[in-house]
């Protein structure tokens, strides 16, 4: 079975868009637990500000991380280093160096802003241990992250990605044929490979991962809906049926 992690909540998204969106520690923290018993192994992290803001705050994802790990003990932990429009690769690079994390994502485009800051950035990573995943949204970040391993600028183990279906802005669902070219274009040099798929379409894009031998991300961060339209109950109602799902192989799901 695939591993699944949970994107709760993203940078962007409020309580408008969802009220079940998790902003505050004690709501994501709640959210993690209820997800781990609904199936998933793994938490992608955003912590956000008093306003509901996205930050990179050291201080609020070393207390969020603290309430996790007591409340939804051996669920893996992975912050993000989004730049969220507000954020520069200095202060990216600033919050691996306080923060130290087990795991962290990068988007390659964004890191690759300041060329010189993403070889520091990768080498602290190495440094200090932590495991990072490189967030491609396309052949073209794909062939960068290449060129950087090429290049020695990331380490030649450091082969994690995550394969992003879909855009949150402009709105683009993710369609399920869009995910075995994706794969194709790894050509195996990226055994550990995870994918998130924007809107609807969510699970059948996930089902696809799965057969395909892929780690699956899912979450409001990418899709606030049900496969049939209808918004969901909470992150924890969209886990629960993909880990249902999963254990049935047999149950014929539609193809967008």
Request: hydrophobic share 40%; with cysteine.
């Amino acid at each position: 079975m695939p591993g699944i992690t949970v994107a709760p909540n993203g940078a962007r998204r409020q309580k408008a868009d969802h009220p079940a969106i998790p902003l505050t520690i004690s709501e994501i923290t709640k959210t993690a637990r209820c997800c781990q018993i609904a199936g998933a192994s793994a938490i992608h992290l955003h912590v956000r500000d008093t306003a509901g803001r996205h930050t990179l705050d050291t201080g609020l994802y070393r207390e969020t991380i603290a309430e996790i790990e007591t409340h939804a003990p051996d669920m893996a932990i992975q912050i993000t280093t989004e730049a969220g429009g507000i954020f520069d690769v200095p202060a990216q690079l600033a919050c691996l160096q306080g923060l130290r994390p087990a795991a962290a994502s990068v988007s390659v485009r964004e890191i690759m802003r300041s060329p010189d800051l993403a070889q520091q950035f990768y080498a602290t990573a190495a440094d200090i241990g932590t495991g990072v995943q490189h967030i491609l949204y396309d052949t073209d970040d794909l062939n960068t992250l290449r060129h950087l391993i090429d290049a020695g600028t990331i380490p030649q183990d450091m082969r994690d990605v995550l394969l992003v279906l879909g855009r949150y802005t402009p709105p683009r669902p993710a369609r399920t044929f869009e995910l075995a070219p994706f794969v194709a274009a790894l050509k195996g040099e990226f055994p550990n490979w995870t994918v998130c798929a924007f809107g609807a379409n969510e699970h059948a894009v996930m089902l696809e991962a799965a057969k395909m031998g892929g780690d699956l991300r899912l979450g409001f961060e990418n899709n606030l809906c049900r496969p049939d339209g209808s918004p969901a109950l909470d992150n924890a109602e969209n886990i629960a049926r993909i880990a249902t799902a999963l254990r049935e192989p047999s149950r014929k799901e539609p193809t967008p």
